[in-house]
DNA sequence: AAAGCGGTTCAAGCCGACTTGAAGTCAAAT
DNA sequence: ATTTGACTTCAAGTCGGCTTGAACCGCTTT
């Protein structure tokens, strides 16, 4: 059973050892125990940190993950449910997102921001109220 | 041509009137004058107040954003090219992301995060040096 | 014995994106 | 005449997520 030191652990998920030892400190991953005073990980510790990873790089809120790591059965599947409702609003916002770039992109307009009729219009309606989920979603139907 | 006064166009954009100073004093979005003192905003403004809102919600900085909408002919193609790129990924590990908790979700252990073979075997991989990217992607073939 | 390495604690600093508070201006409504 | 409401500036505070710095410890290598 490897026990890692906190450099070799960081190193292992191109982390700063800095960053392992805040995590600590706010509770979020707690080494699996020390020796001689020094912090030593095991896998459940680096699977938690790879999880809390995946999870920060989509935006979700370190605290919020935790909990949802944490939390035991039902309330674990209902954080999911939650997480992957919010997975599908952001995946139905960047495709929106991403065609209008990309007609942006195909625009002859010298600055298409200003001049693209197509973008012009759909930036018009956010000023009218319409939220962009909605617009995003009309081009792009689930 | 209507010219909204800064609290009836943060309104309309659904932000904080300090938000919108915030922006006029970091340079990214400009009142298009002054009436009495005071900022007034035109369509262009609101416009450009809506187009930094999507790119925000994508986690794309402010910064950024607003060099990408200054940027002329070329550069601005070209940041989007990059933009487009970036959602791309980002839609790529949504996708795997999703994939990933709704397995966590429909698994039958008590705590998926420990006990999933699945879910650990896909964390062990990140721990071994595998970006979630790859993970995703090889999931999720584009 | 001294230097180097990798760890330790604690406090402070930094960045982005704002928000909040204090004090003042101005026009319209009571 | 005064109060209300929306604005102005400027300085400072907040929050998340770390990083940095100072001082120290214990082991190994030179």
Chains 1, 2 share one sequence.
């Not at 991953?29 to 510790?45: F, L, M, N």
């Amino acid at each position: 059973m490897e026990r890692l030191p906190i450099g070799e652990a960081a190193r292992r998920l191109g982390l700063a050892p800095s960053t392992l030892r805040y995590y600590d400190e706010r509770g979020l991953v707690r080494p699996a125990g020390r020796v001689g005073g020094r912090r030593v990980y095991g896998r459940q510790e680096l699977r938690r940190l790879a999880f809390l990873q995946i999870a920060q790089r989509l935006g979700i809120p370190l605290q919020a993950a935790g909990e949802v790591l944490d939390a035991p059965g039902e309330r674990w599947r209902k954080g999911l449910e939650e997480q992957i409702a919010a997975l599908d609003e952001l995946i139905a916002r960047a495709r929106g997102a991403r065609d209008f770039l990309v007609h942006a992109r195909d625009c002859p307009a010298e600055h298409p921001a200003r001049e693209c009729p197509v973008m012009v219009g759909l930036l018009d309606r956010m000023v009218d109220g319409t939220p962009f989920e909605q617009i995003a979603a009309e081009h792009h139907p689930s």
